[in-house]
C-alpha cells in the first residue's frame, strides 16, 4: 500500500543551522514526491517537486530510491522558515500526504 | 485567476444539520481534488474529479458525503446529518492531468465546526 511517512512532528534547529525533514515512503511503482509548506495562517504551497530537481528558498531534496527517502535539507535555516511541511507522493490518481513536521527556528 | 478559492473559509453547524461547501479550481484545471485534514494529521483524500467526472471515492467517504463537478468547472462537496466527527479542514485541490509531476494547487480551505 501507498505510505508517506515523517518520522518528526516537530523539529527545532537554531538559526543559521542546517535542517533536515525526513521523509520516507512505500510505493511499488515510479514515484513523483513533493515537499509542500504552510506557513501560519497560509494555505498550502508547493515547496519543490522531485523531478525538477531545484532548489527553492535553500531547501533541495533528493530522491533516493534504494532507501526510499526524500529528505528535505537547508544548509543554513531562517527564522522565515517556521512552518509546517508535507511531503506527498503522488501515484498518478491520488496525493498521499505525510503527517507533517513542524519546523521552528530558533533566532 | 488568483487560484483555487474555497467557501465558506468557517462554518458553525448543529449536529444533524446538512452543509455544503464549494470550491472554484484554477480555471484551466481539469482535475479537482477534496481532502480532509484534522489536528496533527496531513491531508486525507476524500475524492477527486477529472473535468465532470468523479473518479474516485475514498473509504473515508461515508453515505453522508457526496460530491458533485457538474459542469468540470466547480465543485461542491455536501455533508448530510453532520456529526460532531465531521469537524475538520475541507481543502479543495486543482491540478492538470497529463503533464508530468503536475503539482496540486490548494485552496485555503473550510474549517467545519459541529457542535
Known amino acids: 500500500a501507498q505510505r508517506v511517512t515523517q518520522p518528526e512532528k516537530l523539529l527545532s534547529v537554531f538559526k543559521g543551522a542546517p535542517v533536515e525533514l525526513k521523509c520516507n515512503y512505500s510505493?511499488?511503482?515510479?514515484?513523483?514526491l513533493f515537499w509542500y509548506v504552510q506557513y501560519s495562517r497560509q494555505r498550502l504551497q508547493l515547496l519543490l517537486r522531485?523531478?525538477s530537481r531545484e532548489s527553492i528558498k535553500g531547501f533541495t531534496a533528493d530522491l533516493n530510491k534504494g532507501e526510499t527517502s526524500f529528505h528535505l535539507k537547508k544548509p543554513f535555516a531562517q527564522e522565515e522558515d517556521s512552518a509546517m511541511y508535507y511531503c506527498?507522493?503522488?501515484?498518478?490518481?491520488?496525493?498521499?500526504f505525510g503527517t507533517g513536521t513542524s519546523l521552528t527556528v530558533i533566532p | 485567476d488568483t487560484g483555487v478559492s474555497q467557501d465558506p473559509r468557517h462554518k458553525i453547524t448543529k449536529r444533524g444539520q446538512n452543509v455544503t461547501f464549494r470550491c472554484d479550481p484554477i480555471?484551466?484545471?481539469?482535475?479537482l481534488y477534496w481532502y480532509r485534514q484534522t489536528l496533527g494529521q496531513g491531508p486525507e483524500f476524500l475524492t477527486y474529479?477529472?473535468?465532470?467526472?468523479?473518479?474516485?471515492k475514498s473509504r473515508l467517504l461515508s453515505d453522508r458525503f457526496s460530491a458533485e463537478r457538474p459542469k468540470g468547472s466547480f465543485s461542491t462537496l455536501e455533508i448530510q446529518r453532520t456529526e460532531q466527527g465531521d469537524s475538520a479542514m475541507y481543502l479543495c485541490?486543482?491540478?492538470?492531468?497529463?503533464?508530468?509531476?503536475?503539482?496540486?494547487?490548494f485552496g485555503n480551505g473550510t474549517r467545519l465546526t459541529v457542535t
Open positions: 522531485h523531478i
Open positions: 506527498a507522493l503522488n501515484t498518478g490518481n491520488q496525493f498521499y
Open positions: 510505493y511499488s511503482g515510479s514515484p513523483e
Open positions: 485541490a486543482s491540478s492538470l492531468a497529463g503533464l508530468l509531476n503536475s503539482p496540486l494547487h
Open positions: 474529479f477529472q473535468n465532470e467526472a468523479q473518479l474516485e
Open positions: 480555471s484551466e484545471h481539469n482535475r
